[in-house]
């Protein structure tokens, strides 16, 4: 043994005991470990134990499930080829059902369903609590499709190749074991692959590395590589682009969270595209290929604003010959939400004040040329598929009062009809909704929802629920929710949806406002929601709570650290909340682009500012935080709740804790899963907030 590795071992055990000596809850970070779920356990059953026997519990958790398990419920609808597809769960398929109609029978009252894959029945075979993650099929006639399944709900997946029209997976066809990559058809016998092929082929963020093509009936290890990023990347990945009767076999190479290189593979051989990397590629129809811009562009002296969208020659682009033509261009108030096409036209998804109106597009004499659809006002339209063999579109429209619509559109004659409408869950003339906007800190002023009955009273003090996410430009828009209408407005609550910045309901420039060193601002404006809220009288801090996920979960943990004062009950799901370790822990690597490394000592400086973990104090009247995470989370590691806890229990604060076994980032899988976790939520907020 040379004295470089004893040197080298010395070093890691002095570094791993030091790190230990910091946190001394890193055994929490073994996710199966014998410890660490006996700490689970334990929390768990505490938590139940005292949750359940609420007096809400019982109500909200059967009527939950009713709702989940309910027939009534819309089967969203996946045109592919001559075919309705739709995955169904309920209380007779718990894991859930991969099913098929007609077009023609999907449009009847009670359509024919032809059931392809029994998850319930696969994962009883196999002996796996297999989760259904989604399929890609094979173009055009669509017999053959990639499968993805979870083993517990995780995002790394196992791949099979599965046949229709045998209801079967296909004897020695496509396989790939489980991995966090994806697979797709290039033709019937080529797949384009990314997953784990082994050393070097898997990034620091846990994402595939490396591009192949797989030919049937050979090793995939012997599949031809086309590409292979850098190893800091977040991911690369190949996938196809159509335009009509051409396919484009598109290379994005992830080098960050929100910038990518991206390639087009022809004659092959790897053509880079003449693209700023903060780009987003939409569609590409008729050779315009619809581009989406994070960043002011300018080009051949023409400056395409942020926010915009544009469309490029395509075949010319790959020349390196750059010439845009102008889609839209956005205000101040205004975001793009949704681009994509059917065989002829452009969709777009316009975001306006958090209110959605649809746009239909044609590219006519060199322009494109807009119409405007027909659709409900005041609300969130979500384009749920769209037909690549005519200009059939569904469309859903949903506001918080009113129960999701199923539209039937086309773009060629511009017609809506409506297909189905939602029953409703609760009685939504009792309640009324408003949008208001808070000054925050630095005056820049921050919409959100409320809805509450018509009757309130404004004595400052209703149970009120904020929610906030704030980050990776996601908006959070109007919705409508049977299970929250039950749980929380039928018993007297008033529920709240803001728009903080680092989503992106104001465009790319709301969301980049709250990026690195200029995180503090999203918490920021989720305060001076809360502060206005009293204001108002709508609330007080007594009667305040808080809820979110994920980075959410992050604002929860920042929200009770910073502002103790403000807040009596906090639900933190799936969070993260160590800022020192988050890059470290499974896919955390892939978010130093939203938050900043904290092993560059100036920008941890920055993070520990509000790094919920690192800022808990002694002697602080917190509020007794509910955690909750799934044991199966493969994207935001459980020792972030874990640890969390378990700190919280230490210095002596009273906290509850929920850990699923399985269910993944979602927290749960079957619908039983998913009540018990609305259950134990809400009866605690109503625990903590009622008078």
């Given at each position: 043994?040379?004295?470089?590795?004893?040197?080298?071992?010395?070093?890691?055990?002095?570094?791993?005991?030091?790190?230990?000596?910091?946190?001394?809850?890193?055994?929490?970070?073994?996710?199966?470990?014998?410890?660490?779920?006996?700490?689970?356990?334990?929390?768990?059953?505490?938590?139940?134990?005292?949750?359940?026997?609420?007096?809400?519990?019982?109500?909200?958790?059967?009527?939950?499930?009713?709702?989940?398990?309910?027939?009534?419920?819309?089967?969203?609808?996946?045109?592919?080829?001559?075919?309705?597809?739709?995955?169904?769960?309920?209380?007779?398929?718990?894991?859930?059902?991969?099913?098929?109609?007609?077009?023609?029978?999907?449009?009847?009252?009670?359509?024919?369903?032809?059931?392809?894959?029994?998850?319930?029945?696969?994962?009883?075979?196999?002996?796996?609590?297999?989760?259904?993650?989604?399929?890609?099929?094979?173009?055009?006639?669509?017999?053959?499709?990639?499968?993805?399944?979870?083993?517990?709900?995780?995002?790394?997946?196992?791949?099979?190749?599965?046949?229709?029209?045998?209801?079967?997976?296909?004897?020695?066809?496509?396989?790939?074991?489980?991995?966090?990559g994806d697979a797709s058809y290039l033709d019937e016998n080529t797949l384009i692959v990314s997953t784990d092929f082994g050393e070097g082929s898997m990034t620091t963020s846990g994402y595939a590395n490396q591009v192949k093509l797989w030919k049937r009936g050979t090793i995939l290890k012997d599949a031809q590589l086309i590409h292979t990023g850098n190893l800091t990347d977040v991911a690369s990945s190949g996938?196809?682009?159509?335009?009509?009767?051409?396919?484009?076999?598109?290379?994005?190479?992830?080098?960050?969270?929100?910038?990518?290189?991206?390639y087009v593979w022809q004659d092959n051989k790897l053509i880079k595209l003449n693209l700023p990397?903060?780009?987003?590629?939409?569609?590409?129809?008729?050779?315009?290929?619809?581009?989406?811009?994070?960043?002011?562009?300018?080009?051949?002296?023409?400056?395409?604003?942020?926010?915009?969208?544009?469309?490029?020659?395509?075949?010319?682009?790959?020349?390196?010959?750059?010439?845009?033509?102008?889609?839209?261009?956005?205000?101040?108030?205004?975001?793009?939400?949704?681009?994509?096409?059917?065989?002829?036209?452009?969709?777009?998804?316009?975001?306006?004040?958090?209110?959605?109106?649809?746009?239909?597009?044609?590219?006519?004499?060199?322009?494109?040329?807009?119409?405007?659809?027909?659709?409900?006002?005041?609300?969130?339209?979500?384009?749920?598929?769209?037909?690549?063999?005519?200009?059939?579109?569904?469309?859903?429209?949903?506001?918080?009062?009113?129960?999701?619509?199923?539209?039937?559109?086309?773009?060629?004659?511009?017609?809506?009809?409506?297909?189905?409408?939602?029953?409703?869950?609760?009685?939504?003339?009792k309640y009324k909704v408003e949008q208001f906007k808070a000054k925050s800190t630095d005056g820049t002023m921050v919409p959100y929802f409320v809805i509450s009955s018509k009757a309130m009273v404004y004595n400052g003090q209703n149970p009120t629920l904020l929610y906030g996410y704030g980050g990776f430009e996601v908006s959070l828009e109007p919705y409508y929710s049977g299970v929250m209408g039950n749980a929380w407005l039928e018993n007297g609550g008033v529920y709240v949806l803001s728009n903080i910045r680092g989503g992106g309901e104001y465009g790319p420039k709301w969301h980049q406002a709250g990026l690195k060193e200029n995180r503090q601002v999203v918490y920021n404006d989720f305060h001076s929601i809360a502060e206005d809220l009293i204001a108002k009288k709508i609330t007080c801090s007594k009667n305040l709570g808080i809820m979110g996920?994920?980075?959410?979960?992050?604002?929860?943990?920042?929200?009770?650290?910073?502002?103790?004062?403000?807040?009596?009950?906090?639900?933190?799901?799936?969070?993260?909340?160590?800022?020192?370790?988050?890059?470290?822990?499974?896919?955390?690597?892939?978010?130093?682009?939203?938050?900043?490394?904290?092993?560059?000592a100036e920008e941890w400086e920055y993070i520990k500012r509000y790094s919920p973990y690192h800022n808990l104090k002694a002697g602080v009247k917190y509020p007794e935080v509910f955690f909750t995470t799934s044991t199966r989370d493969d994207r935001v590691h459980p020792a972030h709740a874990r640890k969390m806890a378990a700190k919280m229990i230490e210095m002596g604060y009273p906290i509850y804790y929920n850990e699923s076994t399985e269910g993944g980032h979602a927290g749960s899988i079957t619908n039983e899963q998913k009540a018990k976790s609305v259950a134990l939520e809400y009866s605690y907020l109503w625990m903590k907030l009622k008078n």
């Open positions: 043994m040379t004295k470089l590795f004893l040197s080298i071992l010395l070093m890691t055990a002095i570094t791993q005991k030091s790190i230990a000596q910091e946190d001394p809850y890193l055994w929490l970070e073994e996710v199966d470990g014998k410890k660490a779920m006996e700490f689970v356990n334990e929390q768990n059953k505490k938590t139940f134990d005292k949750i359940s026997q609420q007096k809400e519990y019982s109500g909200i958790y059967s009527k939950t499930l009713e709702i989940l398990n309910s027939t009534d419920r819309i089967a969203f609808p996946s045109i592919i080829g001559n075919h309705i597809y739709n995955f169904w769960q309920d209380k007779d398929h718990v894991r859930g059902i991969w099913r098929r109609t007609t077009k023609e029978s999907y449009l009847s009252k009670n359509p024919v369903w032809e059931t392809l894959l029994d998850i319930d029945a696969l994962a009883l075979k196999d002996g796996v609590k297999w989760v259904y993650k989604g399929a890609n099929g094979l173009f055009p006639d669509y017999n053959r499709f990639i499968i993805n399944l979870s083993n517990g709900g995780g995002d790394a997946v196992e791949i099979r190749e599965f046949d229709v029209k045998t209801k079967s997976f296909i004897k020695d066809g496509f396989y790939i074991p489980e991995a966090k996938y196809s682009m159509r335009d009509n009767d051409k396919n484009y076999l598109i290379i994005n190479q992830g080098t960050t969270f929100y910038t990518n290189i991206s990397e903060d780009i987003s590629m939409s569609t590409i129809l008729n050779n315009q290929i619809v581009l989406h811009l994070k960043s002011d562009w300018i080009v051949n002296g023409t400056t395409y604003k942020q926010g915009s969208i544009v469309s490029a020659n395509f075949t010319s682009l790959i020349r390196e010959i750059r010439e845009l033509t102008l889609i839209f261009t956005p205000d101040e108030y205004t975001s793009i939400n949704e681009v994509t096409s059917t065989k002829n036209k452009l969709l777009v998804n316009i975001l306006t004040n958090v209110k959605s109106e649809l746009t239909i597009y044609a590219f006519e004499n060199g322009q494109w040329i807009k119409e405007k659809v027909n659709a409900p006002d005041f609300g969130t339209i979500s384009i749920i598929t769209t037909d690549e063999f005519s200009d059939d579109y569904y469309f859903n429209f949903q506001n918080f009062l009113t129960p999701s619509s199923l539209y039937l559109a086309n773009t060629k004659d511009n017609s809506v009809k409506t297909i189905k409408t939602l029953p409703t869950f609760f009685d939504g003339s996920g994920s980075n959410g979960g992050l604002l929860m943990g920042v929200a009770f650290t910073q502002r103790p004062d403000l807040y009596s009950a906090v639900v933190c799901q799936v969070p993260l909340l160590d800022m020192k370790r988050f890059n470290k822990l499974l896919a955390g690597a892939s978010w130093m682009g939203e938050y900043g490394d904290p092993d560059i």
